[in-house]
């Protein structure tokens, strides 16, 4: 039971923050004639079971942010950052998501 509490906290304390994340965006730009940073722009998130781990957000995330020139919608998959979730951990995701109630 103890070894349970410990592994828990031990993956609550890996989870990054929305304010991580967003610091995670310095120097990844838009492909936009104007090529604006997408550093700073509001990041916007949606329960997706092979998300990211958000602190203080139960389910895992899609996490996107809009490009403030040319209103692109860019995904955090698609701009490379780390932390999606693996096949393993997705499985893992729908289990408790859908078949522990």
């Not at 967003?22 to 990844?28: C, N």
């Not at 990211?52 to 209103?71: A, F, M």
């Not at 995701?93 to 109630?101: G, N, P, V």
Request: glycine share 8%; with cysteine.
């Amino acid at each position: 039971m103890f070894l349970n509490k410990v592994l828990v906290s031990l993956e609550e304390a890996l989870m990054s923050t929305l304010a991580d994340y967003g610091r995670m965006l310095l120097g990844r730009r838009c492909t936009c004639k104007e090529k604006p940073g997408l550093a700073g722009t509001p990041i916007h998130y949606t329960d997706h079971v092979s998300g990211w781990k958000v602190d203080g957000i139960e389910n895992r995330q899609e996490l996107t942010v809009v490009c403030p020139k040319c209103g692109f919608l860019w995904s955090f998959a698609i701009l490379g950052i780390a932390g999606k979730a693996t096949l393993e951990e997705r499985r893992a995701e729908e289990k408790r998501r859908f078949y522990s109630k």
